[in-house]
């Protein structure tokens, strides 16, 4: 028994040691004092762990730049209603959220509302950000 114990013990000791290097907090990554608020198209969906990643493309004076759009979780974004099929390629979307720190097409998303006036919540880890 004692070795069973011991053995779940230092499985859960290296599963925390591997996600806490990989996981960020939102001021390390993100300024708040840059919200962004981008409309374009879907190129892909990443349902991942620690976040997922949404990816738009976005026109701006004619020339396209395909952002990267930071996320919850996949469990949390399905806590929050999303489903697996809401986002295929081309789905118009409007994202709010606050740009990367060092100013590339990176941000972490608060909300996300489709062409027909859905809205759903990121789960950003911003402090503060409505999540619901």
Known sequence: MRTRNWLAIAVM??????VLPAHHSFTAEFDEKKPVKLVGKVTEMK??????WIY???ETNGKKVNWALETGAANA?????????D???????????????????????????????????AGSSKEGAITK
């Open 87 to 121: 986002l295929p390629s081309g789905t118009a979307l409007t994202v709010e959220g606050w740009q990367a720190r060092n100013g590339s097409p990176t941000a972490n998303v608060g909300s996300v509302t489709f062409s027909d006036g859905k809205r759903l919540f």
């Open 56 to 58: 738009i493309d976005v």
């Open 77 to 85: 974004l399905i806590r929050r209603g999303w489903k697996k099929g």
């Open 47 to 52: 349902w991942s762990n620690p976040h997922s």
């Open 13 to 18: 000791g290296i599963s925390v040691a591997a």
